[in-house]
């Protein structure tokens, strides 16, 4: 009887990529939402892919999501740049606990009538939190 190994080993150089690749990815998804300046044009693109692809409308922006969207978007910068500098498989870990909590708070929003256009962002946050977590319950 053979076994398969793990895909990725949390123990091992491949998973630190996947957990840099995904600090890469909140970086380059997530620095528009650390400034009120840049978060308002994130707000535009966002607004009208989701009127162009009739996904639903975005509510104007006001300062209090100004600011919890600032306040995401730095702390997301701020862990993204810890696990580039210093990426560890705990990071990974925490990471993709994260994501979970991302996912789940997308899926409640979007059954609370969130325009469509965050299903892609949903999908890929699911994807990185998979990536990140399976290699922990296959170690077990």
Do not use: C
Not at 4 to 23: I, T
Not at 29 to 58: C, I, K, M, N, Q
Not at 61 to 75: C, K
């Amino acid at each position: 009887m053979t076994t398969s190994a793990p895909l990725l080993d949390p123990d091992g150089p491949s998973y630190l990529r996947v957990v840099r690749a995904s600090a890469w990815y909140d970086l380059v998804v997530t620095a528009g939402f650390a400034t009120p300046w840049t978060y308002a044009l994130v707000h535009d693109v966002l607004s009208s892919w989701s009127r162009a692809w009739e996904l639903g409308t975005f509510p104007q922006t006001d300062p209090i999501q100004t600011l919890f969207a600032n306040l995401m978007g730095s702390v997301v910068i701020v862990w993204a740049v810890l696990r580039l500098a210093a990426p560890l498989a705990v990071h990974g870990l925490l990471d993709g606990v994260a994501r979970a909590l991302f996912t789940a708070w997308m899926a409640y929003a979007l059954a609370q009538g969130a325009p469509g256009v965050l299903w892609p962002f949903l999908g890929v946050e699911a994807a990185w939190g998979v990536a990140q977590l399976v290699p922990w319950l296959r170690k077990r």
